[in-house]
């Protein structure tokens, strides 16, 4: 059995402390056009939940990163591997045990094994979730305490014209604040994506 990564407080401190594990990240170098569309990328992940923020700002505290290039990365990345994940879903009437399975694949670069783990996050006003990751800062799926299931897949790239959410932001909004299939739902069609991504949510029920 593996046993999870646990990160717990406030939204800064499991920034922080989640930072704190990480070595040095490949960050380039960031132009000027790259930080204001950031910022605004920023503006819109703070109007969707501040306690998004306050975790980058522990990340920020915890990691001593060049701020720009940080600000950039975290909530403007555009760059990204093209991958197949493969993720399903079964529903209670096709379960013996009147449940809902759900499981996921990855297809991805053997260079993240480094960044594999479970993790267990419990931030105050959130709530609990849990993952398992293969990315340094953001988790390709979780499972929350109000049994909400979400995961993504990687679809073909294209150029984010106006300011959006990070794939991973949605997904952390979505364990931190849904507690059903139809909430996750509403939060990723009112909400502008940064990236070309699919999203499988399932509960419970």
Avoid at 111 to 126: K, Q, T
Wanted: charge should be negative; aromatic fraction near 12%; include cysteine.
């Amino acid at each position: 059995m593996i046993e999870p990564s646990r990160f717990s407080g406030s939204p800064q401190d499991v920034g922080f402390a989640r930072a704190q594990v990480l070595a040095a990240l490949p960050m380039p170098a960031v132009t000027a056009d790259e930080l204001a569309f950031a910022k605004d990328c920023k503006n819109v992940a703070s109007d969707l939940n501040p306690d998004l923020i306050r975790v980058y700002d522990g990340f920020l505290e915890g990691g001593g990163w060049d701020a720009d290039r940080f600000l950039v990365y975290f909530f403007a990345r555009r760059q990204g591997l093209l991958r197949g994940c493969t993720n399903f879903a079964v529903l209670p009437e096709a379960c013996a045990g009147d449940e809902t399975l759900v499981g996921r694949n990855y297809d991805w670069a053997y260079s993240d094994l480094a960044f594999c783990e479970a993790r267990s996050i419990e931030m105050a006003g959130s709530f609990p979730f849990v993952s398992y990751t293969h990315h340094w800062i953001g988790h390709p799926d979780c499972l929350n305490s109000q049994g909400l299931f979400v995961a993504i897949s990687s679809l073909p790239r294209s150029e984010a014209k106006q300011p959006g959410i990070q794939w991973n932001l949605l997904v952390d909004a979505i364990a931190m604040t849904c507690s059903s299939v139809d909430e996750a739902v509403d939060l990723l069609t009112t909400w502008p994506h940064l990236r070309s991504i699919t999203y499988l949510v399932a509960d419970r029920k």
